[in-house]
């Protein structure tokens, strides 16, 4: 398909996210809010699948590259890292086992109610 096509709508979706979280000053973050968009869209038939598939799976495929400045921060910021070890630690281990028990029940929610 026409690759600027899909370009321009992921792109375009993106815009409105950050528009709209700006203009209502909201915590959710532009980003967020464009993809929720995106996602009503390709619902409601508004856009189509195939327009946005090819240029979506490439962002996919070389998502690692989007890693690099978190990581880098990471480095920079060690030292704060360090001394907040105990509280960050608690706090990953946490989200970690309520993020695997929610999944667990929805896999399970969902499985029982399969014809």
Do not use: C
């Amino acid at each position: 398909m026409n690759p600027y096509r899909g370009l321009a709508i992921i792109f375009g979706f993106y815009a409105l996210g950050e528009f709209t979280s700006f203009a209502l000053n909201l915590t959710i973050p532009g980003s967020v809010l464009g993809m929720l968009f995106l996602l009503g869209a390709l619902l409601t038939g508004a856009v189509k699948l195939d327009w946005v598939e090819d240029e979506a799976e490439l962002f996919i495929r070389n998502m690692s590259v989007m890693f690099v400045p978190p990581g880098v921060g990471i480095v920079s910021y060690i030292g704060l890292i360090k001394s907040q070890l105990l509280p960050i630690s608690v706090s990953l281990l946490l989200s970690f086992l309520i993020t695997l028990l929610v999944t667990a029940k929805t896999v399970e929610l969902l499985r029982r109610n399969e014809p």
